[in-house]
């Protein structure tokens, strides 16, 4: 890889742009002997697995002993074969049952080629059989599965939810009596909203589990000890900095009954690790802007160029319409070289393909056949594609976890592999440029789930009364507000309230399914549709608030790469009308917001300064869009406004707020220029905070929302609130409060490091600010977190 990386320097449109370069070291793997059923060995064997690595040898120890497991190892590293050997031990010896639980139905089919082929292994006889159940397959398919009973069944956590629990004591009976093991992978999926909501089953699930009694009678030699209804869950996770208290929140269980397995022992090739920052360019604003060259256009550089020298390449983008538009020049330009072959096997791949397109692909990468894809992150997941010669990301894909999971495509075996990351110029990308230490060194970011959620209980109340009668110990379940939920939810008429011989039960005396009235992705539940102006089709269905944002009159609104104009809001019917066209704009509304404390539940002294307050709380945020701006696509300067009348919403959530010391807010006042100069550092500060997020937390800075005022009511002085953008918050302002000083440093160090001179998107910029940017002190913004943390 070193001459490849000396013959991409010598490339025309070379300028300098690596940024780093780090090699991580290969391994040689090691391995462990462990005891097996003969029927087991062979099957293994047949598969070309002789023995199981050190780690895998770990896990499978834990599960027999009835702990609970989190596997946290990278891409590849045979996490499967650690429930995959438990799981068939207790079907074969006592025709136990697992529950296996994947966030795709991509990652289902896969999962289920691969059980399969090793329960086909081990004969008919064997009694060990593996069936998927999920949306996909109609009444009679699932007909069939429930009657065939398999002993290992895959699905999805919306399925679990929509199809089995409810009907668990009347379909799933033999199912439940004999669960010994819950499989839940890419469990670092589980997180925000929809994890949150996943959490919610899962405590659910365990009351069904529970109620069964499941394995209380059936404990062998393949299990350790454990109490009546309580299966092994075995987790298997991304590499990322909170597995087992993750595992925990979103399992329910104790984090003191995980045993977190994170050593790959499995062998690799050193991958060898490029930052390549693409030069700026002179917008018209001269350097030093922050304007830089397209990331899409400096990855299809080194796509065709790769491909072209013999590499097996994945550039893996964001978007779909980005896949499709590369691949397709990429194959242009290899065409436009002469290597017409190279060029009639680049694709693109992306969740809209159908299952065919998407198997065809993938076994193409594994026999080497394909050789250059442009991909979103649905090759990601653990899709078995072999190793590749060469992984590029066009931008950095939000976290450093997917970051690694995508560069762990790289790699034949023992052989060296190279991962380019190709900056975007926000904030994130171009912070990481200057402080490749962060992505290298510092702990990975933390899933973070709230199943405590106010806003989120009563709908899985209502659900878990549907599935089982309600008892006053379900408290250890659902939390402390349960039993006011059950009060409210009872008096409303939802719950009966019954008094038997055990003590009181509640019972749902609702009409419907509860569970189909709620969905997992989303906390509220109006919504509104957006369709074709020419035939009335729906284009996309969002949230009410989004609706607002993203959907008002005049709004430019991009789906599958093409441009709509919105033409028409009605609210009355939640429905919008958009009409086709190719403008040279786009669009961003502008808003006011205020925001109320309402109630203050933890304070701290800020450990670097001791007249600063940090106060985590529950708060009101109210919005008011006034208007939106036209933005020119190319130069990015606003071109038009336009005032909007629209109704207010109200977002009740969590928030970390500080409060400026006068003797800073002075300081500021006097080093700047004008009235703007205080108000532009702290709201400069503030964007700042925000984008950098999911360097900590796995999310996106979307997910967070923040406001800024030099005075606020509730303290009487200049205000920095970050607060969920969700309703009752999904625990990351939380855990950014407790880590509040090392959000504030980072920051502190971006502002530092940007070149530009006033502010640009790599630093304070945002395009979701609903003031336009205006105003933003890039410098003073320093100054003022400087006096905060130094």
């Known amino acids: 890889m070193d001459e490849t990386i000396r013959w991409l320097q010598g490339r025309p449109y070379y300028d300098g742009q690596i940024a780093e370069r780090r090699v991580i070291p290969g391994r040689e793997a090691t391995f462990a002997d462990v005891d097996l059923d003969s029927r087991l060995v062979s099957a293994l064997e047949s598969d070309g697995v002789e023995r199981l690595y050190d780690h895998q040898a770990s896990a499978v120890s834990a599960v027999r002993g009835g702990d609970n497991v989190v596997l946290a190892t990278p891409t590849a590293s045979g996490k499967s074969l650690a429930y995959t050997v438990p799981a068939f031990e207790r079907a074969l010896d006592e025709r136990a049952t697992t529950l296996y639980i994947a966030p795709q ?11 399969s082929d090793l ?22 398919e699932k007909e069939a599965i429930r009657e065939r009973q398999p002993t290992v069944l895959l699905t999805t956590p919306d399925m679990l939810h929509y199809g089995i629990m409810p009907h668990a004591h009347r379909l799933w009976d033999w199912f439940f009596e004999r669960l010994e093991t819950v499989v ?23 009351r069904i589990c529970e109620r069964f009694d499941a394995g209380d009678e059936r404990r062998s030699s393949s299990r350790g000890t454990g109490s009546p209804g309580d299966p092994d869950w075995v987790c298997c996770s991304a590499t990322i900095g909170n597995p087992v208290d993750h595992a925990a929140t979103v399992t329910g269980q104790s984090p003191d009954s995980f045993r977190l397995v994170d050593e ?3 062998a690799t090739g050193p991958t060898h690790w490029l930052f390549w920052n693409p030069p700026e360019y002179d917008a018209g604003e001269g350097f030093g802007s922050g304007r830089r060259r397209s990331s899409h256009v400096e990855t299809k550089r080194l796509f065709v160029d790769l491909v072209a020298r013999g590499y097996q390449t994945v550039a893996f983008t964001r978007s779909r319409q980005v896949a499709e538009r590369y691949a397709t020049d990429s194959a242009s330009d290899l065409r436009d070289r002469g ?11 992306q969740a809209a393909l159908t299952d065919e397109r998407r198997g065809e692909i993938e076994d193409g990468l594994d026999s080497g056949e394909v050789r250059g894809v442009w991909s979103t992150n649905a090759l990601e997941l653990g899709v078995d594609i072999g190793g590749l010669d060469v992984v590029l990301l066009d931008g950095y894909p939000g976290t450093r976890m997917a970051a690694f999971q995508q560069g762990g495509r790289a790699g034949r075996g023992t052989d060296p592999s190279l991962v380019a990351m190709v900056a975007g110029e926000d ?32 709908d899985h109340v209502r659900a878990a009364a549907r599935e089982n009668w309600l008892r006053s110990g379900d408290d250890r379940y659902f939390g402390e507000p349960f039993p006011d939920v059950v009060a409210d939810l009872t008096e409303a008429g939802d719950l009966d309230r019954r008094t038997t011989d055990a003590g009181l ?56 790469g093409q441009d709509f104009e919105v033409v028409d809001l009605d609210l009355r019917n939640d429905v919008a009308d958009l009409a086709p066209v190719r403008p040279n704009y786009y669009t961003q509304v502008l808003h006011d917001k205020t925001i109320t404390v309402e109630e203050d539940r933890r304070e701290q002294v800020l450990s670097t300064h001791d007249e600063v307050t940090v106060r985590f709380a529950d708060v009101s945020m109210r919005k008011q869009i006034t208007g939106f701006e036209r933005y020119d696509r190319q130069s990015g300067e606003p071109i038009g406004r336009e005032a909007l009348e629209l109704p207010e919403t109200t977002l009740d959530t969590e928030a970390l707020y500080f409060t400026v ?79 509040v000083v090392d959000l504030m440093g980072r920051t502190l160090g971006m502002l530092r490091d940007c070149p530009c001179e006033s502010g640009c998107p790599a630093c304070v910029q945002s395009p979701h600010c609903g003031n336009a940017n205006d105003p933003l002190e890039k410098g003073l913004a320093a100054d003022l977190l400087a006096a905060l943390v130094e």
Not at 339 to 345: F, G, K, L, P, Q
């Open 427 to 458: 904030q994130l990308d171009q912070y990481l440029m200057a402080h490749p230490r962060d992505f290298f060194e510092n702990d990975p970011e933390e899933a973070i789930s709230n199943p405590e959620n106010e806003h989120l209980l009563p």
């Open 339 to 349: 290597e017409h072959e190279a060029a009639r096997n680049v694709h693109a791949y």
């Open 505 to 560: 039960r509640w019972l749902y005396d609702g009409e419907g399914s509860p569970q189909h009235e709620m969905s997992l992705r989303t906390i509220g539940d109006r919504e509104v549709q957006l369709r074709d102006r020419r035939n009335g089709n729906r284009i996309a269905t969002l949230s009410f608030a989004d609706a607002l944002r993203d959907a008002h009159p005049g709004a430019i609104y991009h789906h599958q």
């Open 105 to 115: 139905v991509a990652l289902i089919n896969d999962q289920e080629e691969t059980l």
């Open 661 to 739: 010391p006068g003797e800073i807010e002075r300081e500021i006042r006097a080093a700047g220029d004008g009235p703007d100069a205080f108000p532009g550092a702290i709201h400069a500060a503030e964007h700042g905070m925000i984008s950098l997020f999911p360097l900590s937390f796995l999310c996106d800075r979307r997910d967070v929302g923040g406001l800024s005022t030099p005075r606020h009511p509730h303290t009487d002085c200049a205000t920095i609130f970050v607060y969920d953008g969700y309703p009752g918050g999904v625990g990351l302002t939380e855990r950014a409060y407790e880590t």
């Open 119 to 140: 329960a086909h292994g081990l004969g008919f006889a064997s009694g060990v059989s593996v069936a998927q159940y999920t949306g996909r397959q109609d009444r009679k």
């Open 184 to 206: 839940i992978d890419e469990v670092h999926e589980y997180r925000g909203v929809f994890g949150s909501h996943v959490a919610m089953v899962f405590r659910r699930l365990q």
């Open 264 to 266: 790959d022992t499995s």
